[in-house]
């Protein structure tokens, strides 16, 4: 009757090695795979454990993408004898590297020399490349966020620059302006501006859209000013002339 028992327990603990979804080795002091299941194999490439062994595959320097990440994880086990969770990258038969997380311990004799590892790794690949890819996108929507932040000032600057609408209907009661930029700046603007004997008024297309068109028309508003104001230019002609010049 125990003797059953131990069976059952035995061919519980197959099937549960057999069939894991983590890949569960054992390997030498040499680095050499000694025993795995087939999950371990498939995820190095391996159509199968006893291929895997049979080919000599070691976790070695050429096993790791990053050599250093194998001196780390000896280190860590020469100290505490078990890692978990140690994220690293593979290369499998075929030579693709893989991400796997591993999860290692050593065993010792009563001497405290050590016999052999076992542990087990899964592949984290995909989850990797969604982190990556994430990462990606948190840096595009920061750098957008920033672009965005800093068109919503050349907005606010560009709007400081265009004359008050209740302004202009205080002089002219009956006027309108429609200013609809196709992007949050563009490059169209009006100007107004009031003399003592009358008014003129600009309405302008400036070349280019978005920010381009912006610094256009921040350039512009000041050409104008300077012209109407500075420069005392009243003819239509000779201010567009003049604002052709600058």
């Not at 603990?13 to 194999?41: C, K």
């Not at 065993?107 to 016999?115: T, V």
Request: with cysteine; net charge negative.
């Amino acid at each position: 009757r125990l003797f059953a028992k131990v069976e059952e327990s035995e061919k519980k603990f197959r099937s549960l090695y057999e069939n894991a979804v983590e890949g569960i080795y054992q390997i030498s002091r040499h680095a050499e795979i000694t025993r795995a299941n087939p999950a371990m194999a498939k995820i190095l490439g391996y159509d199968s454990e006893a291929e895997m062994i049979a080919s000599g595959y070691k976790f070695d320097d050429k096993a790791y993408v990053n050599p250093k990440d194998r001196e780390e994880l000896a280190r860590v086990l020469a100290e505490d004898d078990r890692i978990m969770g140690f994220e690293t990258r593979l290369y499998r038969k075929d030579g693709m590297p893989i991400w796997v997380s591993l999860t290692a311990r050593s065993l010792r004799d009563a001497q405290g020399n050590i016999l052999c590892y076992e542990g087990a790794i899964v592949d984290i690949s995909e989850n990797k490349e969604r982190e990556k890819a994430e990462k990606k996108r948190e840096i595009a929507e920061a750098a957008n966020r920033k672009i965005m932040e800093s068109i919503e000032y050349a907005k606010a600057i560009q709007r400081s620059l265009l004359p008050n609408p209740d302004d202009v209907r205080r002089n002219i009661p009956l006027s309108f302006f429609i200013w609809m930029p196709r992007d949050v700046v563009g490059g169209d603007i009006f100007s107004v501006d009031f003399l003592d004997d009358g008014f003129i008024i600009a309405v302008i297309d400036c070349t280019g859209h978005g920010v381009p068109g912006a610094f256009m028309t921040m350039i512009a508003c000041s050409g104008l000013n300077r012209i109407i104001k500075d420069e005392g230019i009243r003819n239509p002609g000779d201010i567009l002339g003049r604002l052709n010049y600058m």
